[in-house]
């Protein structure tokens, strides 16, 4: 068994669904369905019993629904600062507890009301951080029009 200590997670073990391989660069791992197996991680943190710690807060916030820190404060009514005093400290309120977990649920489900809320924070979150790229042409200088963050590094 291995641990899947994907953004820090600890308790998280992998019986199977993964093989070991050479690579240029030494030994490594290959894994056969990351998204299923992120999706399945959520699952089962959303489900565990008792409290969740920072580290899965996060990982449900993150990997389940891709919300920034500053997204899931909007659903949630408070500030990113809250946010992310509770992934670090792992001292996450029992109200948020719940409700984190019941997002994630709806989410994952396919309840399309949830799902339309959190595509939409996470669309606003995009265009608010889209990348502005300039390159230099005969004529001048331009930006690049509809770029962002992602397409702009690749």
């Known amino acids: 068994m291995i641990r899947w200590d994907d953004m820090g997670l600890k308790n998280v073990w992998l019986a199977n669904g993964y093989e070991r391989v050479q690579t240029p660069y030494g030994s490594g ?3 056969d369905d990351v998204a299923g197996l992120t999706r399945t991680v959520c699952t089962a943190l959303a489900r565990k019993p008792g409290k969740l710690s ?5 990982y449900l916030r993150s990997a389940g629904m891709a919300l920034s820190q500053a997204g899931l404060g909007k659903l949630m009514g408070i500030d990113a600062q809250s946010i992310a005093r509770w992934e670090k400290t792992g001292k996450v309120p029992k109200w948020a ?5 019941l997002v994630f649920e709806a989410h994952a489900d396919g309840n399309a009301a949830i799902r339309r809320v959190v595509n939409r924070i996470n669309d606003v979150d995009r265009l608010i951080n889209q990348r502005i790229v300039l390159e230099q042409s005969p004529k001048g200088w331009q930006a690049r ?5 992602e397409s702009a590094i690749a």
Do not use: P, T, V
Request: aromatic share 12%; glycine share 12%; proline share 0%.
């Open 29 to 31: 791992l290959r894994f």
């Open 54 to 58: 920072g580290i899965e807060f996060r």
């Open 145 to 149: 029009a509809g770029e962002d963050a």
């Open 97 to 101: 507890n719940r409700m984190i977990r």
